[in-house]
């Protein structure tokens, strides 16, 4: 094995047939994950001499790592296995990393042509906010890398927190928030309504030009 490999902690009856002899000379995997703190989803880094990094196993088991939400865990899990491969090519442990080998590492990933994986904007912005954790956590200074600055984010990044309202949940708005009505359905006591026409007329009028234009993009 060359190269950093990832491996995740099964949920609770979903560890499979487990070798008679072990795994990575241990006996029983299931007890001894429980034993030092790991949970169900939880990444597990094996170096390319094929051991446990412990350094990474003590990252993944602190508070900055554990209070992620689960997904949240398993995007970063996955992140952090092509920065370690390439500084690795380098001779470099995470801990050695420079501004300048995350400046080379983006490039790769972002905009090297001879990279068939290349990734967009809001995938990097994911990444170095990472990678920011782990390097903080780490106390590596300067920060090789700092989703803070930004010089560090991708100019190109979308947002993809969009949230959309269901025709109900809409309705619903369009009553409370400019008809002045309960979630009855009755009109609020002291409801001022002289601008209720015409607020809700020209909601519906925006909505409605907004979805015109959208259909003639398509």
Not at 75 to 86: I, K, S, V, W
């Amino acid at each position: 094995m060359s190269k950093w490999q990832v491996v995740w902690v099964p949920d609770p009856g979903r560890w499979g047939t487990l070798p008679a002899e072990g795994v990575l000379g241990v006996q029983d995997l299931p007890e001894a994950v429980a034993r030092i703190g790991l949970r169900p989803g939880d990444p597990v880094y094996i170096r390319p001499d094929g051991m446990v990094d412990r350094d990474l196993l003590s990252f993944v088991r602190s508070e900055v790592f554990r209070n992620l939400e689960r997904e949240t865990k398993r995007n970063y899990g996955t992140d952090y296995r092509p920065l370690l491969n390439f500084l690795s090519a380098r001779g470099l442990t995470w801990r050695e990393a420079t501004r300048q080998d995350l400046a080379d590492y983006r490039h790769w990933r972002c905009d090297a042509p001879e990279n068939a994986g290349r990734i967009g904007g809001s995938k990097w912005d994911r990444e170095a906010a990472a990678f920011t954790k782990l390097f903080k956590w780490g106390k590596v200074f300067p920060l090789p890398v700092d989703v803070s600055r930004r010089e560090d984010r991708a100019p190109d990044s979308v947002n993809s927190r969009v949230s959309w309202l269901t025709p109900r949940t809409w309705d619903l708005w369009l009553n409370i928030g400019l008809r002045g009505h309960t979630r009855a359905g009755t009109a609020v006591l002291g409801w001022e309504s002289r601008t209720e026409l015409r607020n809700t007329s020209f909601v519906q009028l925006v909505l409605r030009g907004c979805v015109g234009r959208s259909a003639a993009l398509c």
